[in-house]
Each structure stands twice: as C-alpha cells, then as structure tokens.
C-alpha cells in the first residue's frame, strides 16, 4: 500500500504561479500534517530553499485539510495551491481552474 499514490499525487497551484520561487507568502494545503503529500511538499520546498514548518509558519504556509475542503479553499482563493492525489488534483484543474507545478512522478527515479 506505500506505493499506492507513486505517480498519482501532484502540486496544483493557481494559474499565476510558475515556479517555486513563486510560492513564497503563499497558502498550500496537504491531506494532512505527516502523511505522504505533506512530506513530499515540505521536502520539495526545502529543496527549492523555501521553508515551512507545522505551525503554518515559514516562506510558505502549509494548512493540512481534507481533501474535499481543499477545493472549495482553492476555488475560494484561501489556499494557492495543494499537493493532492487523484482524484483530487484533477478537479482542482477542471473546477479550480489550477494547473500543475509539480507532477510527483518526475521526482522519482524513473517515474516510481
């Protein structure tokens, strides 16, 4: 089961945002505090010389939520973007109008 989201989970921002460096002062949300999504990102943005921590405090601030409240924050403009799995990162796209920043599957050794 620990690979069941390998390849299927992404960061979906809004259409402005184009990098990472973008992010910063930004709201993204995670499924919640620790699992997989929330660790992806945290590690991705600590990569890109961004911090966060659990308090919803550094250069970006992460506010772990369930997913079905994840897109109505980010229809809503509260949130800037989430890293999701599917179905989830879709429906940010098709409803939220977002787009893709990051596809976790191009951060693993061929795509797994």
Excluded at 56 to 76: C, H, K, R, Y
Excluded at 83 to 92: C, D, G, I, Q, S
Aim: net charge negative.
């Amino acid at each position: 089961m620990s690979g069941s989201t390998s390849g299927g989970a992404f960061l979906v921002v809004k259409p402005e945002i184009n990098s990472a460096a973008d992010l910063k002062g930004k709201v993204l949300a995670t499924p919640s505090l620790g699992n997989t999504q929330d660790v992806a990102l945290r590690s991705w943005l600590k990569d890109n010389g961004l911090s966060s921590d659990e308090a919803g405090g550094g250069d970006v601030s992460i506010a772990p939520q369930e997913n079905s409240q994840t897109l109505q924050t980010f229809i809503s403009g509260d949130i800037q973007g989430a890293w999701v799995p599917e179905p989830w990162a879709t429906r940010l796209i098709q409803e939220g109008g977002g787009k893709v920043l990051v596809n976790e599957k191009d951060l693993w050794p061929n795509g797994q």
